[in-house]
Nanobody, 115 residues
Framework: QVQLMESGGGSVQPGGSLRLSCAASGSISSSHFMAWYRQAPGKERELVASISSGRYTVYADSVKDRFTISGDNAKNTVYLQMNGLKSEDTAIYYC?????????WGQGTQVTVSS
């Protein structure tokens, strides 16, 4: 089974940028559905962005035009480029990979946006 490891989180000021990475221990391809979720304190986990068939992307309205999800099959990694960060983006970000009924989650990486 694929294992996932997120990285790239940290603290940044409003308006700043971060790039999250999710590295898979096994091979991933365009057959996989890949997504980033986030969970803020006291809130439910929510979908941030997803990519399927290597090119079809979906974004939460709150991050459209600021965040970009992409995958690099050669590196078995999915990325989330986050620009124009806002305080409300503060959360733990989780990577998810699905292939058929097999679903794998990463351990999460903290993103804090504060002045």
């Amino acid at each position: 089974q694929v294992q996932l490891m997120e990285s790239g989180g940290g603290s940044v000021q409003p308006g700043g940028s971060l790039r999250l990475s999710c590295a898979a221990s096994g091979s991933i391809s365009s057959s996989h559905f890949m997504a980033w979720y986030r969970q803020a304190p006291g809130k439910e986990r929510e979908l941030v962005a997803s990519i399927s068939s290597g090119r079809y992307t979906v974004y939460a309205d709150s991050v459209k035009d600021r965040f970009t999800i992409s995958g690099d099959n050669a590196k078995n990694t999915v990325y989330l480029q986050m620009n124009g960060l806002k305080s409300e983006d503060t959360a733990i970000y989780y990577c998810e990979v699905r292939l058929g009924s097999l679903v794998t989650w990463g351990q999460g990486t903290q993103v804090t946006v504060s002045s």
